[in-house]
C-alpha cells in the first residue's frame, strides 16, 4: 500500500480526533511516522507517550508532529482535566507499539498513567497494536489479556513476525505504519455494513498437471484483497477464499477469515460451503476453465522422444453454479476480466456475459499485458442481471473496491 493510498482512505473518513498512545517498546520509533500519517490525512492527533516510551523517542517530537503539548502524567496539566477532556473528545484511540506490561493494565482497567487513564474514560472504538518479544507475546498472561481485550470490542492487531530488538526474529514485530494507519482509517469509516457476512474469493487458481507443474493465471488477488478490507472496515464479517495468493498480500483483520484453497473444485466446495446464509457471495477469483484430466502422481519426464499429451476438461462454472441456486438467499455478484476484440469491445462482452451468467451484478474490468493485473489501476463498469450498466469509475484497486461496495450495499440494505 503507497502513502497515497493510505492518504486517500483516511482522507475520506473526514478529520478525526485520534488519541495516538505510545509505550516503552523499540517500535515507538515507528509511532511517528504514525503519527504523521494522521496528520497528513488531516486528523487532529494527541500523542501520549508513557514515560517508557519517552525513553526511546524525545517529547519535542511528538509535540512538533502533532502541534499539542504532550503529557504522561495525569498531573501534569491538573487544571485542563487533560484525561477526560481528550478521553472524552476522542473518536479512536490508537496504542501503539503497545507492550506487554500495557495490554495487561488495559485489560485490568489500571489507571496508573496518562495513557490508561485516559483509554478507561474514552468510550471510542480502540485499537492496540501489540509488539514485543515472542516469548513475552505467546505467554499464557498475555494471550490471556489480549482474549480480555477482545472480548471487550478492542481491536487488537496481531503482531508481525520479523526481526525483533536484537538479532532474534519470530512473531511480535510491531506492523508497518501504513498497515496501522489503514486498519486505524477503517475503524473511522461508517459501518453501513455491520450485521452482514461476504463470501469473497480471490486469486487464481492452479489445476495441477503433476505434482509440481500447474495450470495458473497472473491473478494476484488484490482486487478480491481490497473489497474483503473494505467491507470489513465498513463492519461485514468477510470469509475470504484465497486461490494462491501470497501470504504477504493476505489482509490482517478480525472480521476477515482467509480459507486457502488451490483448484476450482476446491474453490467450489468453498465457495458452496460458505454460501448458506451469506448476505453476499463474490467472485473475483480467476478460475482456470479448464483442467488436465489426469495429473499424474509422478512428474512428466522429457527425452524418449514423446512429448507428454495433456488432454483438458472442463471446470465447473462456480459463478453460473452459485447464480442459478439461489437457496442461499444472498446477492450473487460475479466479475468478468475483458480484453476486447475486433468482434466487441469490452462492454459487448461484459453485457453478454451478464446476461450468460446470471449474476445480480457483474463487475467488468478491461485486463492486458499492463493493465488490470497486479499492482496498477483498473476501470470497472457494472452491470445489473440484464447487462445494464449501473455505475462506473476508474483508479486505484483500493478506490474500486470501495465503489463495487457501494453498489452493493444499496442492493443488501
Ligand atoms: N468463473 C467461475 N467459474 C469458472 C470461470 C469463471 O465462477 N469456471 C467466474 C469468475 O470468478 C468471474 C466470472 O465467472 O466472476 C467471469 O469470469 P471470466 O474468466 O471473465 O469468464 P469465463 O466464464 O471464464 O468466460 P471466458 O473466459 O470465456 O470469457
Known sequence: ????????????????????????????????????????????????????????????????????PVHTSVFDDPEGVEHVRVGDEAELVVIAPA???????????????????????????????????????????????????????????????????????????????????????????????AGTRFVISAGGTREPIDPVRFLGNRSTGRFGIALALNAAQRGAKVDLVACNIDRALLPNHPRITVHPVGTARELQDAMTQKADGASVLIMTAAVADFRPAQSGGSKFKKGAG???????????????????DRSHGALVVGFAAETGDEHGTVLDYGKKKAIAKDADLLVVNRVGETVGFGDVDTAI?????????????????????????????????
Open 1 to 68: 500500500m503507497t502513502e497515497t493510498t493510505v492518504r486517500a482512505l483516511g482522507a475520506s473518513a473526514g478529520p478525526s480526533r485520534i488519541v495516538l498512545g505510545v509505550t516503552g517498546g523499540i517500535a515507538a520509533y515507528k509511532s511517528a511516522i504514525l503519527a504523521r500519517l494522521f496528520v497528513k490525512a488531516g486528523h487532529d492527533v494527541r500523542i501520549i507517550p508513557t514515560d517508557s516510551a519517552l525513553q526511546m523517542v524525545g517529547r519535542t517530537t511528538f509535540a512538533a508532529l502533532s502541534s499539542h
Open 306 to 324: 514423446a512429448t507428454p499429451d495433456i488432454t483438458l476438461i472442463e471446470n465447473p462454472d462456480i459463478l453460473k453454479g452459485l447464480a442459478s
Open 99 to 193: 507492550t506487554a506490561n500495557t495490554i495487561a493494565k488495559l485489560a485490568h482497567g489500571v489507571a496508573d498513567n496518562l495513557l490508561t487513564t485516559t483509554t478507561l474514560v474514552a468510550t471510542c472504538p480502540i485499537l492496540v497494536v501489540p509488539a514485543m518479544h515472542t516469548q513475552m507475546w505467546n505467554h499464557p498472561g498475555t494471550q490471556a489479556n489480549v482474549q480480555t481485550l477482545r472480548d471487550r470490542g478492542v481491536y487488537v492487531l496481531d503482531p508481525a513476525v520479523g526481526r525483533l530488538t536484537g538479532a532474534d526474529s519470530g512473531v511480535g514485530r510491531m506492523p508497518e505504519p501504513e498497515q496501522i494507519a489503514q486498519t486505524a482509517f477503517g475503524m473511522l469509516i461508517d459501518q453501513d455494513l
Open 381 to 413: 463498469t457494472i452491470l445489473d442481471r440484464e447487462g445494464n450498466p449501473v455505475a462506473e469509475d476508474e483508479g486505484t484497486k483500493s478506490h474500486m473496491a470501495g465503489i463495487v461496495l457501494d453498489t452493493i450495499a444499496t442492493h443488501v440494505r
